[in-house]
Nanobody
C-alpha cells in the first residue's frame, strides 16, 4: 500500500519562508510525475507546481519566482521551498503523484496525501 505524507506546514508571517516535504512510503512502486496542489477555504483546489522524474518543473503564475519544487528520487520525496509568502498563499497544501505499483506490471494510479496547512498571517 503506497501512501503520501506531507509535512512542514505551519504559521508564518508575511514575507517568511517554509519548506514542505512529501514522502512516499510503502514498497514495490515507481513514481512518475509529482505535484503540489493547494486549496483555500471556499475555493477550488489549484495546481501550484509540478516536477517530472527528471526534475523538470512547472509553476502557477502566482508562485513563479517565489516557490521552488524539487524531488529526491532515491528517497521518493518531493519538496516545495516557499519564499516571500503572502497571506493569499494560505491554504491546505496537497501532494499528488502518479505511481505504478508493482513498478513493472502495475497500473498507474493517482495518489494524494492528506494535506498540510500553511497559514500566512501577522
Amino acid at each position: 500500500q503506497v501512501q503520501l505524507v506531507e509535512s512542514g506546514g505551519g504559521l508564518v508571517q508575511p514575507g517568511g519562508s517554509l519548506r514542505l516535504s512529501c514522502a512516499a512510503s510503502g514498497s514495490n512502486f515507481f513514481i512518475f510525475n509529482m505535484a503540489w496542489y493547494r486549496q483555500a477555504p471556499g475555493q477550488e483546489r489549484e495546481l501550484v507546481a509540478s516536477v517530472t522524474r527528471d526534475g523538470t518543473t512547472n509553476y502557477a503564475d502566482s508562485v513563479k519566482g517565489r516557490f521552488t519544487a524539487s524531488r529526491d528520487n532515491p528517497k521518493n520525496t518531493m519538496y516545495l521551498q516557499m519564499y516571500s509568502l503572502k497571506p493569499e498563499d494560505t491554504a491546505v497544501y496537497y501532494c499528488n503523484a502518479d505511481i505504478r505499483s508493482p513498478p513493472i506490471t502495475g497500473r498507474v494510479r493517482d495518489y494524494w496525501g492528506q494535506g498540510t496547512q500553511v497559514t500566512v498571517s501577522s
